[in-house]
Each structure stands twice: as structure tokens, then as C-alpha cells.
């Protein structure tokens, strides 16, 4: 159904009709925020979302009513926690992660560093769950957030497993470059995914911060396919990848058993 009150903003301030539906409308809200924006006041949702003001208005009233959306008392939007209720149900991540916790924690456990589980989504890896370490080295990941394939160890294990088609459309970029050390050249990048998967595991150096170092091994369902990847993420000047390699290899076993015997949801 078209909702077809109020106008759309352009980018150079002006308006035009808008046509969008009520559900892209509400889509259009809610992908206004971002982890560098997770508030926003009624005039920032309105031009991210290329609202109008009173549309703006009115969708986000609906939404906090719902609890998708929360209010503050400045008055600034940012998201509700019905809508994280909402989305720990996904049933890739849910049992997913029910079925890896107890392999995150003991990997956890024995080396006190950061433990992280990630899955692919499109051309990007989605982080469904991490352990911090306290005195662990810093890292630029959370739970839910979205990062590229080609740079981190999970990334690396997933894109190597990836159908080839999602391989060719990921090499051919941009490839971004977080640090001097992050490979973008598509053959070295070729050359190094058939290296994990006649590896077994995946080794990102100096690839995202030049301080860390992540050795990732792959999660496969019960036909063999991969379906997510866990890491451990350490200093770089303290790292010994073939010494972890085994231990991210057992957990990433182990998740995989889990996988395998776990009931199917319905």
C-alpha cells in the first residue's frame, strides 16, 4: 500500500512526491541509524530517511508506541529494545549461537583473549557474537555489526568458502585498506583463500589494525557446507598463529557437532 502524505527530501533541500510504501517509509527510520548515529533527533531521522518532517513525525510516533523505536527526554530517537528482542530470534543467529557458546567460552577460557562468531550476509560478514577480553587488545567489532570479507581472519575463511560468484563480485571491489598491510590486490587475495581452504584456517595480520592478529577457522552444517567462522583476535607482536590455529580449529569443530545434533527449529 502507498503512503502517499507528505513529500520526499533531496539531497539539495528541495521535495518531491513520495511515493514509497508505508513499510519503506518505517525501513527507511530505522536504517537511519548507524553505530556512529544511534540517536537522532526528529529533523536528523527526517533528512536521513528523506522524509518529510511530519511524516517523519508520524512513523516514529508509531514506532515508539511499539517499542521499536525510544524517546528520551531531549527528545532523541534511537532504537527500542523491542526491536533487539525482535532480532535475537533470527534463527541463523539464535541457534547459532546457542549451539557456539560453550565452545566461545571454553576458547575463551584457555586464552583470555577475544573470542568472535561471525556468519556471511551478501557480500559482508554479520558478527553474531564475541567475547572480550579485559586485558585483551582492543577491537573495532560488535555484536550485529557489519563488516568487509577480505580483511579479517573470520572474513577470510568465509569469503574462501564462499560460492564463487560472491568471490568474484567481492574481488572486484573497492577493497578497502585499513591499514598498509591489508591485501586489495584480487590475485594476491585469490591466491590466499585457496591457501585457508587447503589450510584449514585463516590468518589475518596487521589486516584491519596493525596491532592485531586473528587466526579464524570455518563452521560447517551437517553437509559439510560453511556456515559461519570464529576467531580469536590477539596482539600482533605477541602472537604465535600456529600455536592457536589448533584451538580455534577444536572450538570451530566442535560448534560444528553441535550444529550437526542440534533439533531443527520449526
Known amino acids: 500500500m502507498a503512503d502517499t502524505d507528505g513529500a520526499r527530501v533531496t539531497d539539495d533541500g528541495g521535495a518531491r512526491p513520495d511515493h514509497r510504501t508505508v513499510t519503506a517509509k518505517v525501513l527507511a527510520l530505522l536504517g537511519a541509524f548507524t553505530p556512529a548515529t544511534p540517536e537522532l533527533t526528529l529533523t536528523e531521522l527526517a533528512r536521513r530517511s ?80 564475541r567475547i572480550a577480553g579485559r586485558h585483551a587488545i582492543p577491537v573495532l567489532t560488535r555484536v550485529g555489526g557489519r563488516f568487509d570479507l577480505h580483511s579479517t581472519g573470520v572474513g577470510l575463511v568465509l569469503l574462501a568458502h564462499a560460492p564463487v560468484d560472491v568471490q568474484d563480485a567481492v574481488l572486484r571491489g573497492p577493497l578497502r585498506a585499513y591499514t598498509p598491510l591489508t591485501v586489495t590486490d584480487p590475485v594476491r587475495l585469490r591466491a590466499r583463500l585457496a591457501e585457508i581452504r587447503r589450510r584449514g584456517y585463516a590468518v589475518s595480520e596487521g589486516q584491519v589494525t596493525t596491532d592485531a592478529l586473528s587466526v579464524a577457522a570455518p563452521v560447517r552444517a551437517v553437509d559439510g557446507a560453511v556456515v559461519a567462522a570464529v576467531s580469536l583476535v590477539v596482539r600482533l607482536d605477541e602472537a604465535r598463529p600456529a600455536a592457536l590455529a589448533p584451538l580455534v580449529q577444536a572450538a570451530a569443530r566442535g560448534i560444528s557437532r553441535a550444529l550437526s545434533s542440534a533439533p531443527r527449529r520449526r
Open 50 to 129: 528523506g522524509l518529510s518532517l511530519p511524516t517523519a513525525h508520524r512513523r516514529a510516533a508509531e514506532l515508539v508506541e511499539w517499542g521499536a523505536l525510544e524517546r528520551d527526554a531531549d527528545g532523541r530517537y534511537r532504537v527500542g529494545l523491542r526491536l533487539w528482542e525482535v532480532a535475537s530470534l533470527a534463527p541463523r543467529g539464535l541457534g547459532l549461537r546457542e549451539a557456539a557458546m560453550p565452545f566461545l567460552e571454553d576458547l575463551y577460557e584457555v586464552t583470555r583473549e577475544n573470542v568472535q562468531l561471525a556468519v556471511r550476509e551478501g557480500h559482508e560478514l554479520v558478527f553474531v557474537e
